[in-house]
């Protein structure tokens, strides 16, 4: 689990939409007034560290606003607005925008924004597993000599050290719409910010995200299994996180009526989809949502439902592999709609 993670950091009770308190490494009872940073900032490695492997995956994250973001957001008219809204002095050091912009480490002893969204804001905060996960068995072992059995401890040593492979579909997505969903009322409303975006998982990560550049140097589009299995986890994470952010609406205003119309579509949508694939967890992932009322302070049913939805999404992800799932082809987004830098 991500120490950021929007979901658990609800479950240990710490008030999401806070002041900010930046610099608080530690969190516990004390930290409850801080907005969270994405990720542990004393785990953060820095994409530097995974260039020294990844130059082709580095090269393919420049072209991205995931990059971009770092230097252009404080200089932005539209960012300086909200940041006004908002109450604060400068974007860089605002918990507000962190969270979401930028990735934090320590430098000198601070917690410091060094980055845009990194390798870590999606592979999981690498400090515990960086050796681990590119180590084949001692100095001398290539990755063809590695025995069957250190590989298979090599993932779960990884895994449990907090890497997020990107086989593992529903966590690595999760990221995508912890932050792309944007469940923070304060920010809509009085910021202006965008109630988050009009996400779709395949147009969105195989455009200037794309950088499938390591096992092939060609960057290739996902296979088709692996497209309908994103489209398919993307849908539901769309559900359960828009079925979050309506569980954190305490007034009837912008966000409030931005998060339930998308909970409301992504609803629509699973139940669309369960038509066109024979798998019984979508009619069950649909009824787990209508069972809780899109209305406001409704917080313990609704995160209730979005909690059955991840478990149909996550039981999902590990039994099928896309492979029975052809009735997908037709709503597939098609090259063209794949979100590109401009
Ligand atoms: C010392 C070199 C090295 C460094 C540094 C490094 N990696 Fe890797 N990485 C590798 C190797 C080697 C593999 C291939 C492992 C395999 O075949 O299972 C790999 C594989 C991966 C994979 C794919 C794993 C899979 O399941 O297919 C991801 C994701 C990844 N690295 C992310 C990162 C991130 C993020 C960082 C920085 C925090 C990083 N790596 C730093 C060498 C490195
Ligand atoms: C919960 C996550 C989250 C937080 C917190 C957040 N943002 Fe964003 N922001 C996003 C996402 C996601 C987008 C991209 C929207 C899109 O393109 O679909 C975005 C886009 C923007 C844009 C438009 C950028 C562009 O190039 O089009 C501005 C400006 C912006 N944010 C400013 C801010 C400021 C200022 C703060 C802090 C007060 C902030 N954001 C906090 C998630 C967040
Ligand atoms: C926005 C989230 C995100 C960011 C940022 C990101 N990755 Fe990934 N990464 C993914 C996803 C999702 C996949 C799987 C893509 C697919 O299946 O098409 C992936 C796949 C990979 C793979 C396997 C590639 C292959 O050839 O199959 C490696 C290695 C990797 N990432 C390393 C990195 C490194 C290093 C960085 C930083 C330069 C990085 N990633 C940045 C989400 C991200
Ligand atoms: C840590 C938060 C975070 C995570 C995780 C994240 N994003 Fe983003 N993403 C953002 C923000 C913020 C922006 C807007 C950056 C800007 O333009 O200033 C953005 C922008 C984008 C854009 C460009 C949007 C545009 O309007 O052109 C794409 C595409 C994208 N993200 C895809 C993804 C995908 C796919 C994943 C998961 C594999 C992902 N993102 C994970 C925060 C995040």
Redesign the pocket.
């Known amino acids: 689990m991500l120490w950021g993670n929007f979901m658990s950091l609800e479950k240990i009770g710490i008030l999401f939409v806070g002041l900010a308190m930046f610099g608080i490494v530690m969190m516990g009872p004390v930290a409850a007034k801080a907005q969270q940073l994405h990720l542990d900032p004393t785990k953060v490695m820095g994409p530097d560290a995974c260039g020294e492997c990844h130059k082709s995956s580095i090269e393919a994250w420049k072209g991205s606003?995931h990059f971009s973001?770092f230097k252009?957001?404080p200089r932005?008219k539209?960012?300086?607005t909200?940041?006004d809204k908002?109450g604060?002095k400068r974007?860089k050091a605002?918990s507000?925008?962190l969270?979401?912009?930028f990735t934090s480490a320590i430098v000198k002893g601070k917690a410091k924004p060094i980055a845009g969204i990194t390798c870590e804001s999606c592979h999981g905060a690498g400090r515990d597993w960086i050796k681990v996960h590119s180590d084949f068995g001692g100095k001398d072992v290539k990755a063809e000599n590695e025995s069957p059995a250190h590989k298979t401890e090599r993932y779960a040593k990884s895994e449990a050290a907090g890497m997020i492979r990107p086989s593992k579909l529903y966590k690595v997505a999760q990221n995508c719409y912890?932050?792309?969903?944007?469940?923070?009322e304060k920010?809509v409303n009085k910021?202006g910010?965008?109630a988050?975006?009009?996400?779709e998982l395949v147009a969105w990560s195989q455009g200037e995200v794309r950088h499938n550049v390591w096992y092939s140097k060609k960057n290739r589009v996902a296979a088709i299994e692996r497209q309908r299995m994103m489209y398919l986890i993307g849908r539901a994470l769309d559900l359960e996180y828009s079925l979050r952010g309506v569980a954190k609406a305490t007034k009837k205003a912008d966000y409030a009526v931005k998060m339930a119309k998308r909970a409301k579509k992504a609803r629509k949508r699973i139940k669309a989809i369960a038509k066109l694939i024979d798998a019984p967890e979508l009619m069950a992932m649909y009824k787990a949502a209508k069972a809780a009322k899109l209305k406001l302070k409704n917080e313990a049913k609704l995160t209730a439902a979005a909690d059955a939805v991840a478990r149909h999404a996550q039981a999902m992800a590990d039994k099928y592999d896309g492979s029975t799932f052809g009735g997908l082809d037709a709503v597939l987004p098609s090259a063209k709609k794949y979100k590109v830098a401009k």
């Open positions: 606003h973001t252009t957001l932005q539209e960012a300086r909200i940041a908002m604060l974007i605002a507000d925008c969270s979401c912009h912890s932050c792309h969903t944007v469940p923070n920010l910021g910010h965008a988050g975006s009009k996400f």
